[in-house]
């Protein structure tokens, strides 16, 4: 069975950006997008103020699953991957996650970004599945999933809940679950 290195590489390179570890001065970055509603319309927290982003980014810095991405020209700090080797990691299944700043939306960043994180994780990393949930209601997020090359696999009924009403009762929504293989990442995306 192939190793699973965790530990690199550190800084992936694409055509247009940098996929590299957090660093702790990435608060003032992060701020820029976690502060934005639309950005976190549907992760479980609320808009983030600066001293927030500030603890996000020295906390992030020491987590392997957080991946920042950078434009190559000048650094900025574009959004970020969420990749985590889930339990039990004998069966070398990874969770992907990602957040990208609303003002870089529909450039290819993510697409981009993301596709050269699973190439990582896939050859060198030695995966077995990737998988992603998101709300049905965000198609940009599954749109971009389909456009990895991700396949459907599940739509599960209010499973999750990141909020409650005015009488404290959980506001469900529904997810979809969606999965690549070792065995479809390759030739999809060569
Ligand atoms: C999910 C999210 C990252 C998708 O962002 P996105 O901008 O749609 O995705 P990309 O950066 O890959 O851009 C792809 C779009 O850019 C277009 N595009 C423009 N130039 C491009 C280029 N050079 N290369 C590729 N695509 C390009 C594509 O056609 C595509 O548009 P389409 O979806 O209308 O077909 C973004 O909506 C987001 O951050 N949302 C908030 C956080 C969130 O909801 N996360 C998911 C929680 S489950």
Known sequence: MPSVDLTG???IRTDRLVVRRFAPDDGEGLHGYLSRPEAVRFEPYDVQTRAQCDELAAARAHDPSFWAVCLQDDGTLVGNLYLHHDEPRAWRGHSLGYVFHPDHWHR???TEACRALLDVCFDQWGAHRVTAHCDPRNEASWRLLERLG?????HFRQSASFSTDDAGRPLWHDAYLYAVLDSEWRPAND
Do not use: D
């Open 150 to 154: 991700l396949r459907r696999e599940g």
């Open 108 to 110: 290819g960043y993510a």
């Open 9 to 11: 590489p550190s800084r």
